[in-house]
């Protein structure tokens, strides 16, 4: 995930924001023009990150969400 953050603040986007999903994974996305999200679309894809592009028209830019898996043990915090 810090590879990801590192590569991506060297490119022109305007918003990054992180959340956490209710089973534990980490969902990160990055907002900007088409150029810099296809940059980031190709860094997911080679790091098997999985990823999925939305155009939001309205504000004439792309948003890339970026999902880091949390594991299949996440409920096993109990003996």
């Known amino acids: 995930m810090k590879e990801l953050v590192k590569f991506a603040i060297e490119l022109d986007i305007v918003n990054m924001c992180t959340k956490i999903g209710y089973k534990g994974d980490y969902i990160i996305s990055f907002s900007g023009q088409q150029e810099a999200i296809s940059k ?12 999925k592009i939305m155009h939001e ?3 004439a830019y792309n948003t ?5 898996h949390a594991g299949d043990d996440i409920y096993k915090l109990k003996d």
């Open 40 to 51: 980031i679309k190709n860094f997911c894809n080679e790091s098997s990150i999985e990823n």
């Open 57 to 59: 028209q309205a504000k």
């Open 64 to 68: 890339i969400f970026c999902v880091f």
